[in-house]
């Protein structure tokens, strides 16, 4: 059961949604707070519906029915075009511009300050690619630096699609600790990923699978309530639960 919070600290608030894909049902009747100032795992095999939630919160998905509120307002409303950055799992940057031009384009395109530019680069641990056209970067480069334009104008909420796919292990702990950073500074961030030993670096974890939510609460209480030594371990069980009460469900 999906338990309210209180307004006031919800960032995301999605109550009943559904989307379709033609005659294909992808969200099945989704209910869900995303908390301000956490960082928050959506966790689930690849095709379960991630990247349609994302999409809905942002406000680029057409739903069947249902409410997505975002920092108070509509998803996709005008007013949150500032205060939401998207990261899409194909790097969203231009190849025949430098890290720098790119970001200074996205700057002007948002209307944030000129000193937004270093900032966001030096957070992203990208000054040293600064110069660098995109097009020669690897793809975890390029992954930064879309997460770099997301940064721009310190959006209260960010919404960021599989940000570690296929970067190194250093790496990837350099951004978890940006993302923590980031969640205590005040910011919201929906994390996605289908690699679930991420789970245990959130501060809550949304696991889903075939269009369903499974579970919504902290690692600690996943582990807890399933009795696992593992978030993978623990994920595995949920579905087995989940089963099982199907099938009585079924069968009654």
Not at 44 to 56: D, F, H, W
Not at 207 to 217: A, P, T, V, W
Request: aromatic residues 4%; hydrophobic residues 45%.
């Amino acid at each position: 059961m999906h338990l309210m919070m209180n307004s006031a600290a919800v960032a995301v608030r999605i109550e009943d949604l559904r989307v379709r894909r033609g005659r294909s049902p992808v969200l099945h009747g989704l209910s869900l707070d995303v908390p301000r100032g956490q960082v928050v795992g959506l966790l689930g095999p690849s095709g379960c519906g991630k990247t349609t939630l994302m999409r809905a919160i942002v406000g680029v998905q057409v739903i069947q029915s249902g409410t997505v509120t975002v920092l108070g307002l509509p998803g996709g409303s005008a007013a949150l075009r500032h205060r939401v950055g998207y990261v899409t799992q194909a790097a969203s940057v231009y190849d025949d511009l430098t890290v720098r031009q790119n970001i200074d384009y996205f700057r002007r395109v948002l209307g944030a300050p000129a000193t937004d530019v270093d900032r966001v680069l030096d957070a992203t641990s990208l000054g040293d690619q600064a110069g660098q056209l995109v097009g020669e970067l690897s793809g975890g480069q390029r992954s930064r630096v879309s997460l770099a334009a997301a940064l721009l104008g310190s959006p209260e909420l960010l919404v960021l699609d599989e940000p570690t796919v296929g970067l190194d292990p250093v790496l990837r702990v350099e951004l978890w600790e940006l993302f923590h950073r980031l969640a205590a500074s005040g910011v919201s961030l929906l994390v996605s990923s289908h690699v679930m030993d991420e789970a245990t670096r959130c501060d809550r974890l949304l696991l889903m699978r075939d269009g369903e939510i499974l579970f919504d609460d902290t690692p600690a209480g996943l582990l807890a309530s399933t009795g696992a030594a593992d978030a993978e371990s623990a994920f595995l069980e949920v579905i087995t639960r989940r089963a099982e009460e199907q099938s009585a469900g079924g069968a009654a």
